[in-house]
Each structure stands twice: as C-alpha cells, then as structure tokens.
C-alpha cells in the first residue's frame, strides 16, 4: 500500500504535501515528514518507543542506498496493520504525533537563541551585567530567572538599578517590549524580587 492509499484510508486532518526524499516520495502534514513511499511501499517514521517496538517486530527498515548505505528509521507497514483500518488509523495517528512534536522541537531549537546579545531588546550594558554575576547563556538565564538575575546585579555589583532593568530582562526572555509585560506580570516580577530580597534583609537586621 502506497502513502497516498494510506492517507486515504486512514482520513487524515492537515494539510497534505509530498516533496522527493532519499530516492522515494516523503509525505509532510503541516511541515512534519511522517512517512516515505518508496516502490509502492509506505515507510511510517519511527523514533523513541515506537523504533524500539518497530525493530523487535522485524518490521523493515527503508534502506537508503546512495554514496552509503543508510538504515533509516521508517518502516514498512506491515500486512497485519494494512489490512485492520483500526490498527492503521491508530498507528498512523500515533505517528503523525511524534512526527509534529519532533518538527517543533526542531524548529524551536533552531530559531530559539543561545547567546545573550541575540535576544530581542538585549543591550550590551545589560549583556555586561549579566555576565559579571556569571550568567552567559539564554538557557542560564531562563533557568536562573529574571527576577534572581537582577536580585544579584543589584547587590552582588551593589548598584542602584531601577525595575526598569527587571522588566528589560523579563521582555527579552519572552521576547517582548517591557512595556508590553502588562501590570500584572510586572507585580508578579516585583513580589518576586521582593522575597528573594528577604533573607539578605533579614541578615542586616541581625
């Protein structure tokens, strides 16, 4: 059964392209490549759990023969699923899944930035704060937050920085204009502030 029969069968919602892949015809829904059709057969992609259960099953792998021989991770569909439209219908759905979430895991890491200056709004002052308390990377500063990052630029660098600052950084992260943060994430980045400023205010009373 070829990847249009399928489709067919199985009734799938999306929009539907095919563009040529590693000598065959290799089938999209919304961007995601989800199957090839090669010779009449059609190869579903598998990855994770599903590539595991694919190859204990001795389903056949499509085998891309060019410069190199390729063992690619998509598999023939079985007779035993070609002909339950149930079996298929459920298969084919599990496939597509992986295949949209493998699509926008990959787009996300591609346009998601990693250094600092490549964030929308990032001026190089900032950028220069951040990095003398140690925070280098987007992903340092996600994982840290904004609110810990300028609790420490304020009293590691001891300087006098307005919430200005805190809400530039929290509009880069999210990638939007400070301005436009709203009045209620900005409290919530005030009242975040305010109890990681806390403990140091306790110790001084002490």
Known sequence: MDGMAVIQRVQLSGTITTHPMFSGVGYFIDGAMFGIDFEGLFYVKANGLLKQQCKQAGWRPYIYRKNQTIVTHYYALPDDYINNSERLGSLIDRVVEAAKQDFQSRLEQKVRPTKLRDLPNMRLSTEILLKQVGIVTVEELREIGTAQAYVWIRDR?????????????????????????????????????????????SENQR
């Open 157 to 201: 660098l001891k300087l006098d920085v307005s919430e200005r600052l805190l809400f530039r950084l929290e509009g880069a992260l999210i990638r939007r204009h400070w301005m436009c943060l709203g009045e209620a994430k900005q409290q919530t980045l005030r009242e975040r502030v305010l109890m990681l400023s806390l403990p140091k205010q």
